[in-house]
């Protein structure tokens, strides 16, 4: 590239402008920068600025962005798992100081936990829930059905037992 005496320039790798005060050769140049200090530069570290090219709209009215508005289509499996919501009820995941409190309070701890999380349920888009209840001599499973019972909500057991789906 050409350059001239009073050509408007901008540094490549720095966030600076200038202007050309001496062309030393083809490829050397002294450049004034915009800090007032005077520069020994190579030609290709720099590029031409003229008037008019620092908007986007310069550069034709069609061209690629990196960062579109255009939503990707997605995965039938994220749009599933946003539907449907697990309700772990194991005692070790609600609260770390179970072990001060008797079997009651652990049970109306767990009732307590999915009752909220399908009121959460009912009042959102999901249209499945989950609820791990464990094994057990079933008294929270009874108790968490009963809920379901009262809601009149469709419910099955799972294949080993252990958990409740729900269809909302």
């Not at 946003?82 to 001060?100: A, G, P, Q």
């Amino acid at each position: 590239m050409e350059f001239q005496l009073g050509d408007k320039v901008l540094f490549k790798k720095e966030d600076l402008k200038g202007e050309v005060v001496k062309v030393n050769s083809a490829y050397k140049l002294t450049i004034l920068t915009s800090d007032g200090f005077e520069v020994n530069v190579s030609a290709k570290d720099i590029v031409k600025f003229e008037k008019g090219t620092d908007k986007a709209t310069s550069y034709g009215d069609v061209f690629y962005q990196k960062d579109s508005d255009k939503s990707t289509p997605k995965s039938i499996k994220q749009q599933r798992s946003k539907t449907v919501l697990k309700i772990d009820l194991h005692i070790e995941l609600l609260t770390s100081n179970y072990h001060y409190m008797d079997n009651f309070e652990i049970v109306q701890l767990q009732l307590n936990a999915c009752y909220e999380r399908l009121q959460y349920a009912m009042n959102s888009k999901i249209t499945k829930v989950e609820i791990v209840h464990g094994i057990g001599e079933g008294i929270l499973r009874n108790e968490v059905h009963q809920i379901l019972k009262n809601y009149k909500l469709r419910y099955y057991l799972s294949k080993n037992g252990g958990s409740t789906e729900v269809m909302l």
